[in-house]
């Protein structure tokens, strides 16, 4: 039985009935609500708690607070079941309707605590971040980005153009695929490297063994270099960063029977069936 909920909420999104639900069922199973406070985020709809003190994060929201809920939960490898707010995500088990059902499944024990890798991001001066989805390194203004990209040791490519993503098999089927890289389906371990928009020259998409070390050194240009870790923009961290696997970084709640990823894809339109296959159905 959860005795301590920590809720990580959206800083906008209407919440008042998944809360009023979410508290309804604390009531009666005699559980106790607080709030997990992250940085930069100002609404409040309970007393802050320490990630630590609960047994269960709740990510109320679409996928960027389950971002938010994985990173704060990790370092006391607390479990997150992202419940969908207004977005069906990759990152989300169920919708806010289904929140007391998700609770109960929970309780009963009826769910599977489902690793979540991480990328490990140093510089020359030490670590600078873990992402769960994906690293951006992208031009911010006129100019291009030369980024010259290493896997252990051996140069792959020097590509001239808008950036590099790096993304894990969670994050492959956001900005990364967006810009032409392939989706790493679930089981598949390390990261994918897909260059933004190269000018002239070969460099397509590269997948990256767990074990690999990355290597991104940005060439010095006249062009600024902007950072993006999970969506969020960080401080400049230097011109040359090394990028590891970490397989178990987070933990995301899997209930029973869930929607598997790539099904999950389907459903929300972005992946589709050809144009000529959806025709030939049509006339069947």
Known sequence: MAQQLGLVVHPTRSLDTVLETTDAWARAHGANIGQVMI?????????????????????????GTALHALHAGAPAERPVLGIACGSVGVLTSVTGDDVAWALNQFADGRWSPRAVPGLAIASADGPVEVVINDMTLMRDGPGQVVVAITVDDALYVRVAGDGVVVATAL?????????????LAPGVEGMVVTPLAPHGGSAPPLVTGPGSTLRLEVEQTYSRVRYDVDGRSMPRPGDLLTVHYEPEYAVLVELTDQESRLAGLRQRGLVRDGPRVLARDRRV
């Not at 985020?41 to 990510?59: F, G, H, K, M, Y």
């Open 39 to 63: 940085p930069g985020l100002t609404r409040q709809v309970a007393d802050p708690v320490d990630p630590a003190e609960c047994e269960i994060l709740l990510s109320l929201g679409g996928d």
């Open 171 to 183: 994050g492959s089927s956001a900005y990364s695929m967006a810009a032409g890289g392939p989706i």
